[in-house]
């Protein structure tokens, strides 16, 4: 969309199995659409071509510093939008949105509590801030619903997880399908698992007794991914 | 939810082929739901029922002056958010909805346009308002996938949709179906189909070409109903 509006041309490398809600988006805004199988490896090999064949910059999804930065603004969106903001619970995948909305965050706000979301099938931040070095992807990580979740850490966005980032939590299944239920049927709104993960965490128990606790009444979550195909909705939504 | 705030008994008299999630809902923000069979007389004789057994004050959905009042209040924060606004498109059914905005919009800025959005299968706002008298359902109206808008208007609402309200339009359900996904794919907005009427009326040929002909290039478009069970989604998002 960004590039469609500065008239430059846009290839996406896309895994073969994301939505097809999103890979048709991406076309109808002007992008061409490179399909690859669902591994880092072919993700990056396809990558790789396309930058060959079309002499383009290469631009990551998450450890590109200009992309973290970026993603970053929607943290002081929030912030100026809510300014009474105690906590910030952030979904970790790639950890490109959470390390541009800690360093937004924080350099506005130092006192904020930010909390990184994770699925515990693909818990790699986790573990990586907890032993203080860059963790290998679960091995159950193709498990879990949250596809946009499934990559791990990269050296940009590491060091701001184990340094800034108050805390990593993680969710189960069960409880990132009951708060993307909440979600559609309250809020009205469709998210996509990887979206659900952080309500789900600021709903956990663990999330709620850590915060009162530390007298945190304001706590603002970071939804982000609506792409949900219509035929996958309702077995999203089931409790299992 | 109004109800329960204030700590008042509700019972809500419903079709029985109502949005299962309609249903759980309602009742989980406190109220006791009466299922009858879909039609006017079924509706009728539950809710007297239910007044005589609880000693109840009526509330009718769209007929009720304090319930049109209460729904212009949409309108009012509507033009308080969008002070540009030259046209309003209202979904009717009822009439409750479109006379409480028209009344509302129009006592602030008379001169906004006012569009009330019909089903083609249920045009009885239509034909009640070219005819200057009230018209009685289209044999059509249970085929409408706009379940809302099945109702027709009442002593109340029409002589509104008469006097104040600019034009009434049909739409088809192709155009109802686009609508909604449309809403669905780009917005990630979950809306009933009553809800998508409205978008299928701004987004129509025949409304765009008249509001470019009267210079109008601000279009408010009311969205309301959220209530869509997961599993029927799929279906409504189909082209037909």
Same mark, same amino acid.
């Not at 073969?16 to 939505?19: G, K, L, S, V």
């Not at 159950?140 to 596809?147: F, G, L, M, P, Y």
């Given at each position: 969309m960004a590039a469609g509006a500065r008239g430059v041309p846009a290839t996406i490398v896309m895994p #073969?199995? &994301?939505?097809g809600v999103k890979r048709a988006a991406t076309e109808a805004y002007g992008a061409s659409v490179i399909p690859c199988e669902p591994t880092s490896a072919a993700r990056e090999a396809a990558a790789a071509a396309a930058v060959a064949a079309t002499g383009g910059r290469f631009v990551h999804p998450s450890n590109d510093p200009a992309v973290m930065a970026g993603q970053g603004t929607l943290a002081l969106e929030l912030l100026e939008a809510v300014? &009474?903001? #105690?906590a910030l619970v952030v979904p970790v995948g790639g950890g490109g949105l959470v390390s541009g909305c800690t360093v937004a965050a924080k350099g506005t706000r130092p006192g904020l509590w930010v909390t990184a979301a994770e699925p515990a099938l693909a818990d790699d931040a986790a573990r990586s801030k907890a032993a203080g070095a860059l963790a290998p992807a &679960?091995?159950?990580?193709?498990?879990?619903?949250?596809?946009?979740?499934r990559t791990t850490l990269g050296p940009n966005t590491f060091p701001i997880v184990r340094d800034l980032v108050d805390e990593v939590r993680c969710v189960s299944e069960v409880e990132i399908r009951a708060a993307m239920r909440l979600v559609y049927t309250r809020l009205k709104v469709v998210i996509e698992p990887s979206a659900a993960v952080g309500v789900a965490v600021a709903l956990s128990p663990a999330f709620r007794a850590a915060a009162d606790a530390a007298g945190i009444q304001h706590v603002g979550v970071v939804i982000c991914g609506g792409n949900v195909d219509p035929d996958a909705l309702a077995g999203f939504l089931r409790a299992e």
């Open positions: #073969q199995d &994301a939505p300014p &009474a903001l #105690q &679960a091995p159950t990580a193709a498990a879990t619903i949250a596809d946009g979740l």
